[in-house]
Nanobody
């Protein structure tokens, strides 16, 4: 499984960004896809994941209501739409794939990782 995250950049507070995670063919059929972020000096934080089967979505309380995960099966791509961004959202964002046999809320639940994409929220 190969994953490639993109879409990061510089955005002003209150702004929006869409991150994309392009996955290799059939990855979305066999793996749940999650999003994490890691700010400087902090541990990697789980944000959201989408189930491989019914496409159920799950969110961390810290971003619930501001971030939305979705997927386009035809494009083998999972998205993370981020709204009302705050300076504390500044981090490197990662997408990851895992077999969905655990809670899918910890980095150790995921077997494949994309490279990170940097999101900077600043005026």
């Amino acid at each position: 499984v190969q994953l490639q995250a993109s879409g990061g950049g510089l955005v002003q507070p209150g702004g929006s960004l869409r991150l994309s995670c392009a996955a290799s063919e059939d990855a979305l059929r066999y793996y749940a896809i999650g999003w994490f972020r890691q700010a400087p000096g902090k541990e990697r934080e789980w944000l959201s994941y989408m189930s491989r089967g019914n496409g159920g979505t799950y969110y961390a309380d810290s971003i619930k209501g501001r971030f939305t995960i979705s997927r386009d099966n035809a494009k083998n791509t999972v998205y993370l739409d981020m709204n009302n961004l705050k300076p504390e959202d500044t981090a490197v964002f990662y997408c990851a794939a895992g077999p969905e046999i655990t809670t899918m809320r910890h980095p150790s639940d995921y077997s494949h990782w994309g490279q990170g994409t940097l999101v900077t929220v600043s005026s």
